[in-house]
């Protein structure tokens, strides 16, 4: 059973948090579908110290996620060690996550996310600054190196767990490779095999014999799904119950995939209003009508929506026309 300091999760499938994405509409919608642990889209360390108003908009959680981690990025010790203190005191997240694994130049020219990778020394004393100040577990979420020149995983890994951290999340790509190539599974098991704090896997978990793959072939405590599950809530439970019982379930119907989609918009129109909503939603919406057949030509038409009315009608009846043209196909 996978467990982080005194937190126990009642399975090993983790939701990764993905930028832009990991909010708490979409991290609700997931827990449900039995996600043992769900983790929120990182926040900045300086957008919390502050109190900068979207990026405290970004630290609400509903008690119906939690078991739920709690992402901070930053790349100076004083700005990190306040949010991590915020975090701790005035959010109910039950996990405080640190960012190591962010690719993306306009957070590593910061020093921040992948930037880390470069520097044990750094890690060790980062984490320990926070872990000396936080009663929640801290945890971190690195890439297994800078280049392919540069993989200290194992030295990272290891100073996260002498600095007091109580967990490792793995993805197992550099940060050069961003998210081209394959996952490198090899170097997740030598990373479970090094330290005694629990590991969790991440890279190219497509689908539940991935997860169970992984689980098997490096030893890892928990296996962290991230882009499998956009749109796709039941990667998440079919994973689970695949774990569990042997069984692979079959894909959701058209018509479950939709209104878990209006779902996932209704929430989402809660959390921010109906506006920046419907934008948001258009991302989504494409993700859950992938694999139906003739997605593309509503997809442009989802684009276009600017109300709850117009994306909801939209979907309806795309639905109702997909499922009975594959009724007609099945019939011939």
Request: charged share 30%.
């Given at each position: 059973?996978?467990?982080?300091?005194?937190?126990?999760?009642?399975?090993?499938?983790?939701?990764?948090?993905?930028?832009?994405?990991?909010?708490?509409?979409?991290?609700?919608?997931?827990?449900?579908?039995?996600?043992?642990?769900?983790?929120?889209?990182?926040?900045?360390?300086?957008?919390?110290?502050?109190?900068?108003?979207?990026?405290?908009?970004?630290?609400?959680?509903?008690?119906?996620?939690?078991?739920?981690?709690?992402?901070?990025?930053?790349?100076?010790?004083?700005?990190?060690?306040?949010?991590?203190?915020?975090?701790?005191?005035?959010?109910?997240?039950?996990?405080?996550?640190?960012?190591?694994?962010?690719?993306?130049?306009?957070?590593?020219?910061?020093?921040?996310?992948?930037?880390?990778?470069?520097?044990?020394?750094?890690?060790?004393?980062?984490?320990?600054?926070?872990?000396?100040?936080?009663?929640?577990?801290?945890?971190?979420?690195?890439?297994?190196?800078?280049?392919?020149?540069?993989?200290?995983?194992?030295?990272?890994?290891?100073?996260?767990?002498?600095?007091?951290?109580?967990?490792?999340?793995?993805?197992?790509?550099?940060?050069?490779?961003?998210?081209?190539?394959?996952?490198?599974?090899?170097?997740?098991?030598?990373?479970?095999?090094s330290v005694a704090i629990p590991v969790i896997g991440n890279g190219d978990v497509k689908t539940p014999q991935d997860a169970k793959r992984m689980l098997e072939k490096t030893g890892v405590d928990g296996v962290m799904i991230?882009?499998?599950?956009?749109?796709?809530?039941?990667?998440?439970?079919?994973?689970?119950?695949?774990?569990?019982?042997?069984?692979?379930?079959?894909?959701?119907?058209?018509?479950?995939?939709?209104?878990?989609?209006?779902?996932?918009?209704?929430?989402?129109?809660?959390?921010?209003?109906?506006?920046?909503?419907?934008?948001?939603?258009?991302?989504?919406?494409?993700?859950?009508?992938?694999?139906?057949?003739?997605?593309?030509?509503?997809?442009?038409?989802?684009?276009?929506?600017?109300?709850?009315?117009?994306l909801v009608g939209l979907l309806t009846n795309y639905a109702d026309e997909a499922a009975e043209e594959e009724k007609q196909v099945s019939v011939g």
């Amino acid at each position: 059973m996978l467990k982080i300091g005194d937190i126990e999760m009642k399975n090993p499938v983790v939701l990764a948090p993905m930028a832009g994405v990991c909010n708490s509409a979409f991290r609700l919608t997931v827990k449900e579908f039995g996600a043992g642990l769900v983790c929120a889209e990182m926040v900045s360390d300086k957008g919390i110290v502050f109190k900068n108003e979207k990026t405290m908009d970004m630290l609400f959680i509903d008690e119906r996620e939690k078991p739920l981690s709690l992402q901070i990025f930053g790349g100076e010790k004083k700005t990190l060690v306040e949010a991590a203190q915020f975090v701790d005191k005035n959010s109910n997240a039950d996990i405080i996550d640190i960012n190591m694994g962010c690719p993306v130049p306009k957070i590593t020219k910061c020093d921040a996310g992948a930037k880390w990778l470069l520097d044990p020394d750094k890690i060790y004393e980062m984490v320990s600054a926070v872990v000396d100040v936080v009663d929640k577990p801290v945890t971190v979420k690195m890439r297994m190196g800078w280049d392919a020149d540069h993989i200290y995983a194992v030295r990272n890994a290891q100073a996260v767990e002498r600095a007091g951290g109580k967990a490792v999340s793995l993805h197992g790509r550099t940060r050069v490779q961003m998210y081209e190539g394959t996952a490198n599974w090899d170097i997740i098991r030598e990373v479970k095999q090094s330290v005694a704090i629990p590991v969790i896997g991440n890279g190219d978990v497509k689908t539940p014999q991935d997860a169970k793959r992984m689980l098997e072939k490096t030893g890892v405590d928990g296996v962290m799904i991230g882009r499998a599950a956009l749109g796709n809530p039941w990667m998440i439970y079919r994973t689970v119950q695949y774990l569990e019982t042997g069984k692979l379930l079959g894909d959701p119907s058209i018509h479950e995939k939709i209104d878990v989609c209006i779902l996932h918009l209704d929430r989402l129109i809660a959390l921010k209003n109906e506006d920046i909503a419907v934008r948001e939603m258009r991302k989504h919406a494409a993700w859950y009508l992938k694999g139906i057949r003739g997605n593309a030509r509503v997809r442009n038409a989802i684009n276009e929506c600017s109300t709850r009315e117009e994306l909801v009608g939209l979907l309806t009846n795309y639905a109702d026309e997909a499922a009975e043209e594959e009724k007609q196909v099945s019939v011939g």
